[in-house]
């Protein structure tokens, strides 16, 4: 069956950064592209991230552009989220998700908080 397990958050201050992990079974990984979402309290799930089944073509939410950097490992079946210069609206769960036959599948999520 499809398993999706993302590790690496944290708590990190202003400026700091992280890498996230999202490492997935179940599925023929390297022909499917990923996303990467996140959700903070009292707010929407949102797309932050997404990358195509090559790691080719990527995508960003605007709040992100040019400091978080989606990457794939096809051998490793793993996809990353590397977020630099972290701010405190970036304070959420971060969540993994493979689009598969038309059915999501998700991850349990990793809790990232940015505070001083």
């Known amino acids: 069956q499809v398993q999706i397990v993302e590790s690496g958050g944290g708590l990190v201050q202003p400026g700091g950064s992280l890498r996230l992990s999202c490492a997935a079974s179940?599925?023929?990984?390297?022909?499917?592209?990923m996303n990467w979402y996140r959700q903070a309290p009292g707010k929407e799930r949102e797309l932050v991230a997404g990358?195509?089944?090559?790691?080719?073509?990527?995508n960003y939410a605007d709040s992100v552009k040019g400091r978080f950097t989606i990457s794939r490992d096809n051998t490793k079946n793993t996809v990353y989220l590397r977020t630099n210069s972290l701010k405190p609206e970036d304070t959420a769960v971060y969540y993994c998700?493979?689009?598969?036959?038309?059915?999501?599948?998700w991850g349990q999520g990793t809790q990232v908080t940015v505070s001083s």
């Open positions: 998700k493979a689009t598969i036959r038309l059915a999501d599948y």
């Open positions: 179940g599925f023929t990984f390297s022909n499917y592209g």
């Open positions: 990358i195509s089944s090559g790691g080719d073509f990527t």
